[in-house]
Antibody
Framework: QLQLQESGPGLVKPSETLSLTCTVS??????????WGWIRQPPGKGLEWIGV???????NYSPSLKSRVNISVDTSKRQFSLNLDSVTAADTAVYFC????????????WGQGTLVTVSS | DIQMTQSPSSVSASMGDRVTITCRAS??????LAWYQQKPGKAPKLLIY???NLQSGVPSRFSGSGSGTDFTLTISSLQPEDFASYYC?????????FGGGTKVEI
């Protein structure tokens, strides 16, 4: 069964770059119909979509984050990654990775999530 | 951007109650709507996709309906494990957007 696992630093300093990796196991990252995405959730708040990437490399990002976000994929490692530049305290959140079905539009499955705190 | 408005933001209910959560899109999204359940400290779990399709393994007490701009998630008989937060998400167009969430509590 397909599983996703986020990894990366839990603490990032303001103005630096947040970098997370999602590792896919139990299935292929190169399935044609699927994209791979990032969603975040600030403490006590709702879900915010960050962006998605296809294994061929085409991406789509949230307009509110587009200037600071880059999502990349490494199919050989079955991983995709999130880089978010110039972070502030407002970027403190639990970051989830998930598979996105482009035909039906849903996210499933999800990683367990990882809390990233932006603080000096 | 398509805005998703959920109501109510919270609902108090008892075991066995029928609970209905509404999600309204700011413009038509056909049936490109998903519902998720999230428990504290956990990742969201897919319940319903394309408005009314039950994800495999999800109990049949959950159902979804609607198309266009108005959608509902219904829990026919609330069970202890259903106390959680619920989110809708549209996928008609980018940027993908979520509703603000509904907390179902005792």
């Amino acid at each position: 069964q397909l599983q996703l696992q986020e990894s990366g630093p839990g603490l990032v300093k303001p103005s630096e770059t947040l970098s997370l990796t999602c590792t896919v196991s139990g299935g292929s990252i190169s399935s044609g119909d699927y994209y791979w995405g990032w969603i975040r959730q600030p403490p006590g708040k709702g879900l915010e979509w960050i962006g998605v990437i296809h294994h061929r490399g085409d991406t789509n990002y949230s307009p509110s984050l587009k200037s600071r976000v880059n999502i990349s994929v490494d199919t050989s490692k079955r991983q995709f990654s999130l880089n978010l530049d110039s972070v502030t305290a407002a970027d403190t959140a639990v970051y989830f990775c998930a598979r996105w079905s482009s035909s039906s539009g849903f996210f499933d499955p999800w990683g367990q999530g990882t809390l990233v705190t932006v603080s000096s | 951007d398509i805005q998703m408005t959920q109501s109510p933001s919270s609902v108090s209910a008892s075991m066995g109650d029928r609970v209905t959560i509404t999600c309204r899109a700011s413009q038509g999204i056909s049936s490109f709507l998903a519902w998720y359940q999230q428990k504290p400290g956990k990742a969201p779990k897919l319940l319903i996709y394309t408005a009314s399709n039950l994800q495999s393994g999800v109990p049949s007490r959950f159902s979804g309906s609607g198309s266009g701009t108005d959608f509902t998630l219904t829990i026919s008989s609330l069970q202890p494990e259903d106390f959680a937060s619920y989110y809708c998400q549209q996928a008609e167009s980018f940027p993908l957007t979520f509703g603000g969430g509904t907390k179902v509590e005792i």
